[in-house]
T-cell receptor, first 114, second 114 residues
C-alpha cells in the first residue's frame, strides 16, 4: 500500500529562524513529489514539483530536496516569516500507464511566532 | 487570469440526502481533480476528469460520482449522505492532468452532514 509519512506533525519556531520538514514515502512506481502550503480555510498552493531525476528545487525561501534511493524528501524554509504559518503537505504520485494517483501525507503544521 | 472557483462554499445537508458540488477550472485547463479533506484522514484523492472522461479514481464508494462538461466545468455528486461525508471538498485544475503539470486548487466547499 502506498504511504506518505511526514514529520514532525507540528512545529513552532521564531520569526527569522530556519526549519526543515521531512517526508518519507513508499509509493511505487514513483512519478513525482510535490510540496504544498495550505493556509487555514483555503486550498493548497503548490511550492515545488520534483521528478525522479531532480535532487533539489527552490521556490524563493523554500527549498525541497529529494533522495529517490532512500525515498525521502525535505522542505527547508529559510528566514521564516509570520506568513509561513500554515500546513505543509507532501504528495507523492504513482504512475501506472497514463494514470497518476496521488497519495497525501498528513501534513506538518508550522507556527511562526514573532 | 481567474482562479479555480467552487460553488457553493458552504453547505449543510441531512443524512440520506444527496448533494452536488460544482467546480470551474482555470480557463484552458482540461483536467479537473476532486479531493476530500477531513481532520481524521487528511487529503484523499477522489477522481480526475480529463476531456469529459474519468481518467483516474481513488478508493471511494460508488456513492461518490462526478462528471465533466465540454467547457471543462465539473460537478461532483454524493448520494445517500452519511455523517462521515462531512468534509472540505477541494477541486484542482491543471493543463493536462496530475503528472508534472502544476495543479491549482479552488477554495473548497465545506459540507456538513447532520
Amino acid at each position: 500500500k502506498n504511504q506518505v509519512e511526514q514529520s514532525p506533525q507540528s512545529l513552532i519556531i521564531l520569526e527569522g529562524k530556519n526549519c526543515t520538514l521531512q517526508c518519507n514515502y513508499t509509493v511505487s512506481p514513483f512519478s513525482n513529489l510535490r510540496w504544498y502550503k495550505q493556509d487555514t480555510g483555503r486550498g493548497p498552493v503548490s511550492l515545488t514539483i520534483m521528478t525522479f531525476s531532480e535532487n533539489t528545487k527552490s521556490n524563493g525561501r523554500y527549498t525541497a530536496t529529494l533522495d529517490a534511493d532512500t525515498k525521502q524528501s525535505s522542505l527547508h524554509i529559510t528566514a521564516s516569516q509570520l506568513s509561513d504559518s500554515a500546513s505543509y503537505i507532501c504528495v507523492v504520485s504513482a504512475q501506472t500507464g497514463g494514470s497518476y494517483i496521488p497519495t497525501f501525507g498528513r501534513g506538518t503544521s508550522l507556527i511562526v511566532h514573532p | 487570469k481567474a482562479g479555480v472557483t467552487q460553488t457553493p462554499r458552504y453547505l449543510i445537508k441531512t443524512r440520506g440526502q444527496q448533494v452536488t458540488l460544482s467546480c470551474s477550472p482555470i480557463s484552458g485547463h482540461r483536467s479537473v481533480s476532486w479531493y476530500q479533506q477531513t481532520p481524521g484522514q487528511g487529503l484523499q484523492f477522489l477522481f480526475e476528469y480529463f476531456s469529459e472522461t474519468q481518467r483516474n479514481k481513488g478508493n471511494f464508494p460508488g456513492r461518490f460520482s462526478g462528471r465533466q462538461f465540454s467547457n471543462s466545468r465539473s460537478e461532483m455528486n454524493v448520494s445517500t449522505l452519511e455523517l462521515g461525508d462531512s468534509a472540505l471538498y477541494l477541486c484542482a485544475s491543471s493543463l493536462s492532468g496530475t503528472g508534472t503539470h502544476e495543479q491549482y486548487f479552488g477554495p473548497g466547499t465545506r459540507l456538513t452532514v447532520t
